[in-house]
């Protein structure tokens, strides 16, 4: 069930006795732009660990373990044309300890967190700011002592290049925050609440009726309607971009980003779930046996697909030393699939990971979550479980072909050691 509370304010409940907690999930969605996400991310370090009401980190955990141990966090995600600002509460259900009015307050605890920050007058509290901006900042630096994260980045700058939106990571960049005052991010803050789409999911076992009415109770207001296209295309290019980065590591990374062409909203999706299964996304892909396995050219090879971007990515580890021989294989694997070089068993075997993929889904509370916002924002991408089986079944080997035969590299990344000067 879901219901507008207010314009641009929706509430879905998800009724279900699967589970004996309940999950309360807000998203706040707001068209991407790259001047607002490093303030948004920062933004969700000050709601998620203080309030008006509970203003040091202190009192804030003491109410969550007032609240029968209830956890509650706050992220930032990037998708397509969309960034999010995401709000998760879970609690066990009242049911099960004899509480009835535990709901309600986790809602009241929600209500503070929301409408109530710590702030005085336009902006927030000077203290916490400071020392949430600082570890922000600190966070954003570490990102790139992880090498694997690093390179992950560093490839989609490269892809999205011509796009500033697009090419930075959904937390922003440290560079950003520097200059950021506590009164510039409440209104921020103010703009997130009074003008972002805002998704609210309950799903658990509960009466639709009594959430509503909680919830029909909180100040929301009405907003303009956003028309934002969730689906960030881009022309495929003749040039594929290279970039090579040296510093004192012990393994090498080589990854690669194609262009697929193929969109969450398309029929085809399920089959590039198929090709990406057989191309880098299982232990028994080419990628993976081939690359990693009887070459032994990588510590680790897989591939990802992004249907909201078009986008499709490829991680290795290796040795630097192997980086040409490592390309050529990854895409001699490609060829393969170009090809329609695929058994039967090893497309059986990808259409039956698949579904165990989607059947662990469906007992995941966000997944079915994300599934029902995704269902609100890209109309017509509604699927039951019998279609989804049916369309995964109906994908053949020449499908797979065809997928692949519209794949295209646009960028490749190579993080290697610095060189050594005999």
């Known amino acids: 069930m879901t219901i507008e509370l207010k314009k641009g304010v929706r509430l879905t409940v998800l009724p279900t006795k699967k ?10 969605t707001a068209p991407l732009n790259v001047a607002q996400t490093a303030k948004r991310t920062l933004l969700t370090s000050m709601l998620e660990t203080t309030s008006l009401a509970y203003p040091t980190q202190t009192a804030f ?3 969550l373990a007032e609240l029968y141990g209830a956890s509650f966090g706050m992220n930032v995600n990037k998708r397509g044309n969309l960034h999010q600002i995401n709000a998760a509460m879970s609690l066990v259900n009242g049911k099960y300890v004899a509480d009835p009015t535990l709901f309600s307050e986790a809602a009241a605890f929600l209500e503070q967190v929301l409408f109530h920050p ?4 336009d902006a927030f509290d000077e203290k916490n700011f400071t020392v949430e901006k600082n570890n922000l900042i600190s966070y954003m630096k570490s990102v790139a002592e992880d090498k694997q994260a690093l390179a992950s980045l560093a490839l989609q700058e490269l892809y999205f290049a ?8 959904s937390f922003g960049r440290p560079e950003d925050l520097i200059d950021v005052t506590a009164a510039e991010l409440y209104q921020t803050y103010q703009a997130m609440l009074t003008e972002d789409q805002i998704d609210i999911f309950v799903i658990g076992d509960v009466e639709e009726a009594v959430i509503q009415t909680i ?10 309607d956003k028309e934002t296209d969730v689906f960030y295309q881009q022309p495929v290019e003749n040039v594929i971009r290279e970039k090579i980065v040296r ?4 393994q090498a990374k080589l990854n690669l980003a194609y262009q697929t062409g193929v ?24 990628l993976f046996m081939n690359v990693r396995e009887k ?11 992004d249907t909201f971007r078009g986008y499709l990515s490829v991680q290795t580890g290796i040795d630097g030393k192997n980086r040409d021989q490592a390309f050529q294989l990854i895409e001699a694997q490609l060829q393969s699939l170009q090809q329609g070089e695929v058994t039967a068993e090893e497309l059986a075997q990808t259409k039956a990971m698949l579904k165990n993929q989607y059947l662990l889904s469906l007992d995941n509370p966000q997944a079915l979550i994300e599934t029902a916002y995704l269902n609100q924002w890209v109309p017509g991408s509604e699927m039951t479980e019998d279609t989804f089986m049916q369309r995964l079944e109906h994908v053949s080997i020449a499908d797979v072909k065809r997928l692949a035969q519209q794949v295209h590299l646009q960028a490749m990344f190579f993080l290697d050691k610095e060189a050594t000067h005999e």
């Not at 589970?19 to 706040?28: D, G, L, N, P, S």
């Not at 919830?215 to 303009?224: I, N, S, V, Y």
């Not at 969109?263 to 080419?286: C, T, W």
């Open 118 to 121: 710590n702030t005085q007058g």
């Open 263 to 286: 969109y969450y909203d398309q029929e085809d999706r399920i089959a590039l779930m198929v090709f990406n299964g057989l191309f880098g996304g299982f232990p028994h892909s080419k």
């Open 19 to 28: 589970y004996k907690t309940i999950r309360i999930f807000v998203r706040f």
């Open 162 to 169: 011509n796009d500033a939106h697009q090419k930075y990571p």
């Open 247 to 250: 510093e004192p590591i012990t």
């Open 295 to 305: 070459a032994s050219l990588a510590y680790y090879a897989s591939s990802a697909i």
């Open 215 to 224: 919830f029909a109770q909180l100040p929301f207001t009405d907003r303009a």
């Open 61 to 63: 955990s003491s109410k």
